[in-house]
């Protein structure tokens, strides 16, 4: 079971520096997951500036697992210039 979990509506997140972007664990995650339920790709940074991976809407790729990967905070955004309506992300993290 995970430590965090939560679930957003990421449709107004274009940018990293917006608050909603941000999901903090406060504890070292060891392990991170991020599930794009949405219909366009998403970005995610570890340090809130550069892409770090990117989430497909469709395929195997639209989940992205780390494990060993000791992080506080992950920022998730949508890409630029897609569609409208909800935009679903999961984001799970896990202690040892």
Known sequence: MADFYQRRDLSAVTSFT??????EF???GYEQL???????????SFDGVNVHARCAPTGPS????WSEHIRK??????EAGTGGGAKMVQ????TR
């Open 34 to 44: 991020v599930f794009n339920e949405s219909n366009v790709a998403m970005e995610v």
């Open 18 to 23: 917006d608050p909603d972007s941000k999901f």
């Open 26 to 28: 406060l504890f070292e």
């Open 62 to 65: 639209s989940v992205i697992h």
């Open 73 to 78: 905070v992950v920022f998730v955004r949508r």
């Open 91 to 94: 984001v799970l993290a896990t």
